[in-house]
């Protein structure tokens, strides 16, 4: 038999006479070199779990799952549904059942598994040809896999292996298993980060000491946790494929993203082959929900296509009174205005309503928790609050050829947030019998509207006997709020013990009248800014990349206050940063083809929006990120796996000014930190580490300390920051007579955090999580999810103070769903 080299140039041309992509062609032929598909290697019985999908999704999870190389024409299977497939079988067996009523036959030439539409023939016509193991589509709807064989949060489109940073990917396959809704929820389910409860209504997103808020859609930033009066952001995760990762500065891709990491949330596309989801569930607490999520193709071309996702849920909670409802609706349409050009449209709505426990529990002046039920309410019954988030997102891509590539995508976000709410507070902590409560009622108007774009050229060429890539962009991002509230504080004889929850209703109207203060604020925040990256490959296994970021960045501030006296003239602050450079630098060793060794460095910048007791902006973070690694594709890129040393330096953060005293809008304003450091190491393996076991595990180790402070050198500087994290989740498939049956197991733990500004420890805990399915018939599947199994009584880690915000996790909870796909 010719070596694979000798033919390496006859497919080449085969494929470049038919106008093809010959590198992922010649890629799928190296790997067919290295791992050949024997008639023995055919015959041996594999256990197999595919679900009903769309053929080219069935494929590459055919691949995945028996370990072989697919060589199939994209034009062939387009449009195309497989059966469902499951037990235990020869590959052989399995590809059969698969491709049964489709049309399209398969055949064995030398080493390789071909798939062909209509008769067979003496020969193969290689049309546009995709090989399933080197396939770099970063979709992971179908692929029934914990990990993805690339990410598109660089720019582009990558493999984990080739980001000399730490990423991880939350598939929607295990999104699906874990019943993860929220972003909120999927964080914390991931490593190295933290979703906290904040002191709104939303949640604060972190990464290794750092908040992230700004957050991407299909990779365009924008500035998403931005408000007057605390944290009020919320996500739902109906509307995505997969949730990206990145660990580490970001500001190469977002300009003044966080020091600690971002987040990308990918949203779900028109599919190629008519598909429908009927899901409906319930579980605790009168938990119930409905959702329809359908899409295929709109022509008989196939060239538009469509997607719609329609949710409805409603829950009451382990805590008294609260509730909460919502309603999603997600459209979406993918047009090929040729071959090579795809124009995307879509517009997703959440609108929420709950009455919530805002704020939770003070603690007492000791640090430590008062002895009250988990079920405790510190609200009054017309708590209440309505969060509308519209959405529209658009993006146009142009490949040229196989590789060079041009994309823009935007994104336009209206929200509209009201609430009103009772807190309980107590400044300093309670007393010890629990008297000295507070009762702190707030009414908020937040409107606010947050648009981004972005565009990139990126390709790969060969210059000076050397691979090389390039990529050029550049992106702009605006919010602009217009934010109202009001407050007042009051006294009561009331303990923790007895509080009133039936106290009057209030207004914004009502709380000036009765002596507060309402604050009327206004943002307006742009950034822009030019980026690129170069790859080179001066030998085969080492790869430099270089960057640099130049940004400009503009800031506006304006608020009055207004009491039963009348409304005070506006006053404002402004920044505005021009021209900063920021330098990125990597390098990537490939110590085998499974194997790579990293290293990366960043500076950072980011604007701050905090004002000093004099009403000057902050100056900008400044700082040096440095990371090392190692990262692992495994099992022909089933498993992917990593370990990270980091080590971040910043200066000039921003934290309250408590010695200036509460002359900024009635609360302390901000001063620079000095110097603060963030360092430790992650480790992550996700995808299927044994057959039919899919598994995500991820450890973090991560300390923060003020370097440069007064009164506060060595001091915990993110106190919500655990120093140990682990999360794990499997899935495991069972074969033979049980393999309708799959079960999943997991957990996560952490050491313990810190209450604001105090050395009172927060306990660490560990929840336990479990799940079992059950394949009913090829149509319908059963869940039984359960969450904190042994029903663990532990805080949630949050901006804990002693005056509030200290919340209880959810107790043993149970979520039942069936999921009904019809075959077309």
Not at 115 to 120: E, F, I, S, V
Not at 199 to 216: K, T, Y
Not at 283 to 298: I, R
Not at 384 to 410: C, M, Q
Request: with cysteine; proline share 3%; aromatic share 10%.
């Amino acid at each position: 038999m010719s070596s694979i080299h000798e033919l390496k140039p006859l497919f080449k041309a085969l494929v470049m006479s038919r106008g093809l992509r010959s590198r992922r062609v010649l890629a799928g032929l190296g790997l067919v070199c290295v791992l050949p598909l024997s008639a023995q290697v055919m015959a041996e019985d594999v256990s197999i779990n595919i679900p009903a999908q769309p053929l080219p999704q069935a494929l590459q999870a055919f691949g995945q799952q028996t370990n072989q190389q697919v060589i199939y024409n994209a034009g062939d299977v387009a449009g195309l549904k497989s059966t469902r497939v499951s037990g235990t079988m020869s590959p052989q067996a399995a590809i059969a059942e698969l491709l049964k009523g489709t049309g399209v036959r398969y055949s064995l030439e030398g080493n390789t598994l071909m798939l062909m539409r209509g008769p067979a023939t003496g020969g193969l016509e290689l049309g546009a040809t995709t090989i399933s193991a080197a396939s770099v589509d970063a979709t992971t709807e179908g692929s029934n896999s914990y990990t993805s064989n690339a990410v598109t949060i660089g720019k582009g489109t990558h493999t984990l292996k080739e980001i000399p940073q730490s990423i991880t990917v939350m598939t929607r396959k295990q999104m699906d298993d874990q019943n993860l809704v929220s972003l909120k929820d999927a964080v914390n389910q991931t490593t190295g980060i933290v979703g906290l409860q904040g002191v709104g209504q939303g949640m604060i997103l972190s990464s290794r000491g750092f908040q992230i808020d700004d957050w991407q859609y299909d990779g365009v930033p924008i500035l998403r946790n931005n408000y007057s009066l605390g944290n009020w952001a919320t996500q739902d995760l109906i509307f995505f494929d997969r949730l990206e990762i990145m660990r580490g500065a970001a500001g190469l891709l977002q300009g003044t993203g966080s020091p600690g990491g971002a987040v990308n949330l990918v949203r779900k596309r028109g599919q190629h082959a008519p598909t429908v989801t009927l899901t409906g569930k319930a579980g605790s607490w009168d938990h119930y929900g409905l959702q329809l999520d359908a899409g295929g193709p709109l022509n008989q071309a196939g060239n538009i296509r469509g997607r719609v996702v329609i949710d409805e849920d409603q829950s009451n909670s382990f805590v008294d009174y609260a509730w909460n409802k919502t309603h999603s609706l997600y459209g979406a349409l993918d047009v090929d205005l040729s071959e090579d050009t795809t124009l995307g449209f879509a517009v997703s709505q959440s609108n929420g309503e709950s009455r919530g426990n805002i704020r939770g529990l003070p603690r007492y002046a000791n640090g430590s928790m008062p002895d009250v039920s988990r079920s405790t309410y510190t609200g009054a019954r017309w708590n209440r609050s309505e969060i509308e988030v519209t959405t529209y997102y658009t993006d146009l891509e142009h490949r040229f050829n196989e590789d060079w590539a041009f994309k823009v995508g935007a994104v336009y976000m209206t929200e509209d947030n009201q609430a009103k709410n009772q807190r309980v507070q107590r400044l300093g902590g309670l007393n010890p019998d629990g008297s000295g409560v507070q009762y702190a009622d707030f009414v908020t108007d937040f409107q606010s509207t947050k648009s981004g774009l972005d565009m990139n050229l990126t390709g790969k060429f060969e210059a000076l006997s050397m691979e090389q890539e390039v990529m050029l962009g550049g992106n702009f991002s605006q919010l602009e709020t217009d934010d109202k509230f009001a407050r007042t504080f009051n006294p009561t004889s009331d303990s923790i013990f007895d509080l009133n929850n039936d106290r009057p209703d209030i207004s914004y109207e009502s709380l000036i009248a009765a002596g507060g203060r309402g604050t009327l604020s206004k943002y307006d925040i742009r950034q822009k800014g030019v980026y690129g990256t170069w790859r080179v490959k001066p030998i085969d296994d080492l790869t430099l990349v270089l960057g640099s970021r130049v940004s400009w960045y503009d800031f506006s501030y304006k608020s009055r206050t207004e009491d039963s006296a009348g409304i005070t003239p506006y006053t404002a602050s402004t920044g505005t940063e021009t021209g900063v450079v920021t330098p990125y630098g990597g390098i990537i060793y490939d110590l085998s083809r499974e194997w790579a060794v990293y290293a990366s460095y960043t500076d950072v910048f980011q604007p701050q929006t905090e004002v000093d007791t004099s009403g000057s902006v902050l100056k900008p973070i400044v700082g040096t990120n440095y990371e090392v690694g190692l990262k692992g594709e495994l099992m022909d890129g089933r498993v992917n796996t990593s370990l990270a040393i980091f080590r971040y330096d910043h200066e000039n953060r921003a934290i309250e000014d408590t010695a200036g005293g509460m002359v900024c809008e009635g609360g302390y304003c901000s001063a620079a930190s000095g110097k603060v450091r963030s360092q430790g190491f992650d480790a992550e393996i996700s995808g299927e580490v044994v057959d039919n076991l899919q598994l995500f595990a991820g450890y973090t180790y991560n300390t923060t300390k003020y370097l440069e402070e007064p009164g506060k050198e060595g001091v915990v500087f993110s106190s919500w920051t655990p120093k140990h994290m682990l999360r794990v989740w499997g899935n495991y498939q069972l074969t033979g007579d049980w393999s309708r049956v799959s079960a999943g197991l997991g957990f996560t733990t952490q050491s313990h955090t810190l209450v604001y500004q105090e050395k009172t420890d927060i306990p660490g805990y560990t929840v336990w999580n479990a799940r079992i399915g059950y394949q009913l018939t090829p149509e319908i599947a059963l869940a039984l999810n359960a969450n904190n199994l042994f029903d663990k009584t532990y805080i949630t880690s949050a901006y804990n103070q002693l005056d509030g915000n200290n919340n209880f996790g959810d107790p043993r909870n149970l979520m039942f769903s069936v999921k009904y796909t019809p075959e077309f």
